[in-house]
């Protein structure tokens, strides 16, 4: 048996793991300046809290867990729906808007293939208790300060944004039942391309040329609401629209989020170029939380992929880099002075990151364990120099020794 | 169908998830002063990579997906496992010794019951490529450290260290077939009482008063070790005992871990009254490596259970206070002053954490909100005051209200 990771997951070493925390933290900041408060949820749910948000379908896309009594329980694919759960099971006690973020794991049930992981991290907000725009202005402007803050800027991503109420209200020549089946295939009109997608409308009976021309729209002003439902989206967009920053911002009628359950403002981040899959997607779901039991409030949110985020730094040459060597590397001579060696250690400790020999290495092997982990510093403690109360400081940028008294270390 | 999560797992909110991580962050902090550096895995593996260190019974005991195609996945019930994958899979290209810490979550499949978590946090360490004392003393420290950094003193809690050798040696006399066997009650001895202890020791055919006797020394130099094994053992132990603080520390004959793996020290840290269950476990595991397919490399770590810990600071009065509330609370007046207020927040949220109203609530509502939320300041958004470009900051401590020119903000 060959020892392997499980095919589409990811290990993270030490530098690809202080690349992740490096963004966790950014968007940490940037969160927590808006107000929103980090949670955490259980990796798993009972299968019939999943359906409820998805329909028996997706048992085919996740992992479910053996059972082993009567219990269902699958791996959660998104963070929506388990902070839904959270969320009711203190609705009444908590002051509205309740500002929660997340920086966390899901998994998805993929056949292992390149590129497509079955274990993967967002980043993500959602908001409940408020149907303002101002609420989904917030949270797309928490988006894109996590994006300038990772030195993003209006030249390498925008949003695309829209609004579910002024789509269907345009589209409201398509039949009820098709309108569904119509989001899903906007949705992912630009991956099937334009004559397939032009197909597919025509297969449904639509009138292919109609739709794709209502979807080009660019301008808000063009945009002609020919009733209710559209008046009210357009109405809500242009709200959204007065308090984001034009800069980041796009009208695109054609950003539909497939899923059934977004009922306003709908909205996609990617990269100008559109050379990598949507950085971000959210919007917002008013009737999610009464679907799932609790009393009727309107909702909206987002979730970041980390994994694309990471792929657009990378174009962007914005990847830090990774300071990872200890200030100081303690080289004692030999065994007699270990001792000393880890008091002074312990010392610097209090301020620095300190390593010690653990290997009981002659001190030639030292120098080239300190140099291979990038140390800044290697402190010798010999018999002669510790008999002076001293040691020997090398800085291993310049390779200048200087004796040091233990006392000014 | 009621909506609840999975019996047996934990929802953080968000003053939970505070403690958590002010519990994480100390203990990151003392891991990178030692020069360890965080990673994490897959939060599952193939089945035949656990069934390599816990054998075909562990099956019983995780949670396994169900099998969609032909792999054989299960979720982690330790990071030893995958780390140790991990490690091998660059064991030719890292300086050694390599030192990781992790802070995550693993599942055991246990039947729901009180108390018990099947999923649950822990925090560890694993350091792999030395075989030394100094190697095992260091990662002692860092749980010592930080307990310490917690408040914890040597009042609240110590670590129960023993030797593997040592105690196989001095148990010398029992049949090697008998010697798993033996460690495992002997690690569940305080849970079974003494009497059960007994009683089981003799069902093996063995000298149960002898192997108590043995069991019970406290004093290093008491132990008078009988062979090569013995002698290699109770050495090991002293050279480990020489880099510790003696004031948290206590040899434990007693002190097992029942798992087969461990090979020389092995250590439990209790709060001081064993009220609680062992906080931290961990050892010597010089064979594991070898037995998963590597080179044959010595290996050290330990795993710091979150929740017993939470439970002893809760004890101990130790639970940090969350601060939760924001600097300031935005109130707009009206619609009209909304943007002006926008622009407030956001100059304000390069230093400080704003919320603002997305309720579009009157005045007296806002009010009620911002002190439900513990914010410091109201900042109240006039037409009149902007006028004269000022605004009114309510101090909510005090109560006591200034105007503020916008500039001075």
Redesign the interface.
């Known amino acids: 048996?060959?020892?392997?990771?499980?095919?589409g997951?990811?290990?993270?070493?030490?530098e690809d793991?202080?690349i992740?925390?490096y963004i966790f933290l950014k968007f940490k900041n940037i969160a927590?300046?808006?107000?929103f408060?980090?949670?955490?949820?259980?990796?798993?749910?009972?299968m019939?809290?999943f359906r409820?948000k998805a329909g028996q379908e997706i048992d085919e896309q996740i992992?479910?867990?053996?059972k082993?009594?009567k219990?269902e329980?699958g791996?959660r694919f998104d963070l929506t729906v388990?902070m839904t759960?959270?969320y009711?099971?203190?609705q009444k006690s908590l002051?509205?808007?309740v500002?929660?973020f997340y920086m966390t794991?899901m998994?998805r049930?993929e056949?292992p293939q390149q590129g497509r992981l079955r274990?993967f991290y967002q980043l993500g907000v959602e908001?409940f208790?408020?149907d303002?725009a101002?609420?989904d202005a917030?949270i797309i402007s928490i988006a894109i300060e996590t994006l300038k803050s990772l030195g993003l800027t209006e030249k390498d991503f925008f949003v695309k944004i829209n609004n579910r109420n002024l789509l269907e209200g345009l589209l409201d020549f398509i039949p009820k039942n098709k309108m569904q089946e119509v989001m899903r295939l906007i949705d992912k009109s630009e991956k099937i391309g334009k004559k397939n997608f032009e197909l597919s409308l025509k297969d449904l009976g639509l009138d292919a040329k109609k739709v794709m021309k209502i979807l080009e729209t660019k301008d808000i002003k063009k945009i002609k609401p020919e009733n209710e439902k559209a008046k009210q989206g357009l109405e809500e967009l242009a709200n959204v629209l007065?308090?984001l920053d034009k800069k980041y911002v796009q009208i695109d009628l054609s950003t539909a989020r497939g899923l059934a359950y977004y009922t306003g403002t709908v909205f996609e981040i990617f990269d100008k170029k559109q050379k990598f899959r949507a950085i971000c997607g959210g919007g917002r779901y008013d009737n999610l939380i009464e679907n799932?039991?609790g009393s009727k409030e309107p909702a909206t949110g987002f979730g970041l992929g980390l994994a694309t985020l990471e792929l657009l730094l990378e174009d962007k040459n914005l990847t830090p880099k990774i300071e990872?060597g200890?200030e100081y590397y303690i080289a004692p001579v030999n065994e007699k002075v270990?001792?000393k060696a880890?008091e002074i250690a312990d010392k610097l400790?209090e301020k620095?990151?300190?390593?010690?020999?653990?290997?009981?290495r002659n001190l030639s092997n030292q120098f080239k364990?300190a140099d291979?982990?990038s140390a800044k510093n290697i402190i010798i403690i010999g018999e002669k120099d510790l008999a002076k109360n001293e040691v020997t400081i090398r800085d291993l940028k310049t390779g200048k020794e200087k004796k040091v008294k233990l006392n000014q270390l």
Do not use: C, H, N
């Open positions: 048996m060959k020892l392997e990771k499980v095919k997951t990811k290990d993270f070493f030490p793991f202080a992740q925390q927590e300046k808006y107000g408060k980090q949670v955490e949820a259980p990796a798993f749910e009972y019939d809290v409820k992992f479910v867990l053996k082993k009594g219990e329980i791996l388990p759960r959270m009711i099971s203190r002051s509205k808007p500002k929660w794991r998994w049930y056949q274990e908001l208790g408020s303002k101002e609420a917030e007065k308090y799932f039991g990872k200890p270990y001792r880890l400790r620095y990151s300190v390593e010690i020999d653990l290997m009981s364990y291979s982990i």
